[in-house]
């Protein structure tokens, strides 16, 4: 019999992280209709946690990093992607866009939203209130886009149907949430932006690359040397800490993301390990949670038209992460 995942290591920690992520989600859900607050709260950490979890793994099916076969990382990307929400984008789509990540050292996105927010006054105000209020307004046009794209030419016409198809069941799936219990439905909505946070904040300080908008497969220019030298000096590894095991398990170990890059097909699982192989005590790469807490907060609605990431001074010095402005908009889940 051929072994289903691909790393023979894999057996215990993939089926318990994929059990968890599967039934943890609608156990969430449950919690959230329940009359003691104390349980709510449980569960809206629960639907956080089991939505950023399924997001991650998306990542690692497109990697082909959990299962033996690219047909059954397909199968399970496309199962997460419901139970996040970024099934309006096709697998494909997401990891043709997040392989070219790799391949380019570079972040191509799908959408010029600098160029929209600076063409259009009003919603750039609307969107810098709510960032400003924490409200993560971004990634949620971003979404849109998604969402809208086939209807806005014929570049995408084929995916209309898809996209009218996946918004019906889901629309429904919220009513019915909503006929249940509409506290459910408020706690629900609160765990997404709880969840999109917990993406954001990740993707926000990993990299110092440049970013692309391009829709097509055309390449990016080539300006400059992007080697695996510079890939290198331009990913950082955002850590609660490098040997905080379990909380580092938020972000199912993405946070190890000079790892990662090193070795892609790296299952989650093993991304520790190979940190401490590859890299010293103090690597300069290496900026913790807490230090990017600060900047996180600090630049929320500069970094939105910001025409760069910011810079990270060396270890050891006050304050090093302060001017880390970060990216924004550049999820693997909102690609086309």
Known sequence: MKPVFRHADGVLPNTLALAFTVLGWPLGIALLGQAYWAINALGVLLVALTLTWSAYFIHEFAHQAIFRTPQANERWGKFMSWLNGSCYASFADLRRKHMRHHVERAD??????????????????????LEWAYIPAVEFVMRGFVIALPFMGER???????????????????ALLAWWSL???ALYALAYLLF???????????????????????????????DRAYEQANTYSDVVSVDATWLNLVWLNFGFHNAHHERPVAPWYQLPQLHRELYPEGNAQVVTVGELLCAYHRHRVTRVLASDYGAVLPPGAAHRADGFVGAVGVSFLTAV
């Open 183 to 185: 506290k459910a439905l």
């Open 108 to 129: 191509v996105i799908t959408f010029d939203l600098q160029g929209f927010l600076r063409a259009h006054p009003l919603v750039r105000r609307v969107v810098l209130a």
């Open 156 to 174: 995408k016409k084929e995916a209309r149907g898809r996209v009218i198809g996946v918004a019906a069941v889901r629309l429904a799936a919220w």
């Open 196 to 226: 999109v946070h917990l993406l954001r904040f990740a993707d926000c300080f990993q990299h110092t690359y440049d970013a692309y908008p391009i829709l097509d497969d055309k390449p990016i220019p080539q300006d400059k040397v992007r």
